[in-house]
């Protein structure tokens, strides 16, 4: 039995990412690293399936919404954060403030893209700790319960 929250990384800068998961790992979070959609088409598995399957064990999600894909047809940030808050997981968005009113009402929190590891941690922090319902299982694209 997992006693830690799992925070779900996902940063395409490799060196970023690695600090950043060692950051949250040493604040004492398990961490699942992933990189974003990548070459070649720049599509996530979620975006193709409707459910990420490294999101199940994640209780908070930290991403990074300046992916390479947006300069691309792939998987944009909007659509990740859209993935992401539609499972029912808090997300700690680092950068495009902007998209603070499309998630007005979701369990986001915005952050610019220079935030120290602190406010980050910070803001992980307070979404780990507040109670909510379990997140939403995946099912099939197309598919209504």
């Known amino acids: 039995m997992r006693t ?6 996902v940063q395409a800068d490799s060196e970023e990412r690695q600090t950043l998961a060692s950051w949250v790992e040493d604040a004492g979070y ?4 992933c990189s974003g959609p990548s070459a070649p088409t720049y599509v996530c598995v979620g975006d193709r399936t409707g459910w990420c399957p490294l999101i ?24 990740l954060l859209s993935l992401y808050v539609c499972s029912g997981r808090p997300v700690v968005a680092l950068g495009q403030r902007g998209l603070g009113a499309l998630f007005a009402e979701d369990d986001v929190v915005f952050l610019d893209e220079a935030s120290d590891g602190a406010g980050i941690l910070a ?17 099939p694209r197309g598919v209504r319960p």
Request: some cysteine.
């Open 4 to 9: 830690k929250p799992r925070v779900l990384l």
């Open 30 to 33: 398990e961490v699942t690293v």
């Open 56 to 79: 199940g064990e994640a209780d908070v999600v930290v991403l990074d919404c300046r992916l390479e894909c947006e300069a691309s047809e792939g998987t944009s940030a909007v659509d």
């Open 123 to 139: 803001a992980i922090d307070r979404l780990a700790a507040t109670p909510r319902p379990a997140a939403i299982s995946p099912s």
